[in-house]
């Protein structure tokens, strides 16, 4: 397996973009081309240990800056690091990518070079989220898609069901529409018509969870647009943020705080752990013909490091062949009549 | 000041909503009149230490159901706790009203009784959440509406801002549209436009903010739609409650983790009150001619006492006569150019 990761976006640099790499490339035993400015990268690289690992380099001459227009990137930077990735899946170089840059260049670029797959009007970014139930539940769309019609949700949830079947061998994941509230009579009117179109989609879908539901594991797939996957996100990685400070506050207030605060680090940080975008990665683009993971602009060593995993494990499940053949069965996504699964032997 | 509380509404019944109305009563030093089955009530509060309080009963014969729909529960209970809780308000015998009954039934009947405020076309519910600047953030719309017109964000935005210049005593709010993104070019069709209008809105309006700056205090007044405020709340909620799972199966795994559990009770407990709903314990109606505090249907006995608390401050800084001002000054609430808020003095 041969996984592109794009080693100039992200907030920090290359420095933890390498460095998650190098740990990706060991954990996950695949070889990883680093494709940026080889003068920068070749300095990294001499910082690390590499004995034993596949890793090299591709030159890319440019960059997508975080405050440029996803278009506007597309149409004068050629040969951004993003877009070189991309060109490599498309020659069959690699088969994968990676890259924590501007998430809307990322998909832009994913969508121009590689194609949306047959019958996806728009491809949606899919997050792994850890539930309470000790499992995870796949979150769509957490991308660009602010403003959705009924069956672009359909949509994300039909690709939100493949995904789930694969990538968390649930036979029929339980698949739910983000709500304010579970009964028929809730949701919005884009929601309303989702909920009448996913009724004969042929997936298990369950109806409308709440927000609360994100964190239960009451169901497997949970499907919304991307305004409010980014607001459900931002809210959650605020509010754990938030959680860290009130703590650390109290250790500092008395002895007896702090003794316990120490005794309690091991669990606080699993929890952070446990909710934290660093330790699920990164969220994979499902509906284009190829395999891209977005990671967050702040990513660490260690989502680097994740995100190459579910990159790895995406390619190897072949997730985009099934999603294809459940895709073109059904060529009018729209009337979701003739849609059914394939089971997951 | 006197308050009538529904003492039918809520998951819990009358049990929980007497204690809160009791001890509300005497913490506030109002009067309050209970509505609902007198049978049920009067045997509640025999239960009760009423001595120095004001508490008066009035009888209702109907319970608005959680389940019922809104505008059938109107059509259909004329005598229902809810809706005699505003005909009071209407005919000046109390200043106010709490509810932890049917919230989309309070917002209909308090439309229907009380009438809309001119110049408003969508009531909102506005929620006082704790920040991590020590302060409060105003949130709403978290009630009913879940559709809504770029002009409906903009009113609830004006709204927000009277409100957090009375109840927060801030000279000049910071008012936000929350948003997938803080640059301009983030957003969705409806924020947007919402964007644009409130920039000649005459109040401080700050642009857009992210998820995360909801417990971050930022800004003081956050504006969403009612199914993205509603998606917000509940999701923290449910990340809480995961919080405090987590704690406990760490306590209940050896001795130590449970010696620290012991010590870190006390923070953590605070933690959990900071961001616990039956702390803010309700959230005004702002846009009807009078006084509704709704709160949630899970109110506990201490939530339902600071909805009186609530409901008191809110009545006794006549918010609603303030709002009234600037909205009478722009009838037009689409084209903002006019509206100048009044300074709080």
Known sequence: MRIAVDAMGGDYGPGVLVQGAVRGARQYQCEIVLVGDKASLEKELAEQELSGLALSLHHASETVEMEESPTAALRRKRDSSIRVCFELIKKGETQAMVSAGHSGAVMATAIMVLKRSEGVERPALALLLPNMAGGRTVLLDVGSNVDCKPHHLAQFAVMGSVYAQLMLKIKEPRVALLSNGEE???????????????????????????????????????????????????????????????????????????????????????????????????APLLGVNGVAVISHGGASVKAIQNAIGLACQFAAEKVNDHLAQVLARNKDLISFASVKLPRVT
Chains 1, 2 share one sequence.
Do not use: Q
């Open 184 to 282: 028929e009579s809730k949701g919005n009117e884009v929601t309303r018509e989702a909920h009448s179109l996913l009724k004969g989609a042929g997936i298990r879908y369950v109806g409308y969870v709440e927000g609360r539901d994100i964190y239960t594991g009451k169901v497997d797939v949970i499907v919304c647009d991307g305004f409010v996957g980014n607001v459900v996100l931002k809210c959650s990685e605020g509010l754990v943020d938030a959680l860290a400070a009130v703590f650390k506050e109290e250790a500092e207030k008395g002895l007896i705080s702090r003794w316990g605060y120490g005794l309690m680090s091991r669990p606080l940080n699993r929890f952070k752990n446990k909710f934290d975008y660093n330790e699920y990665g990164g």
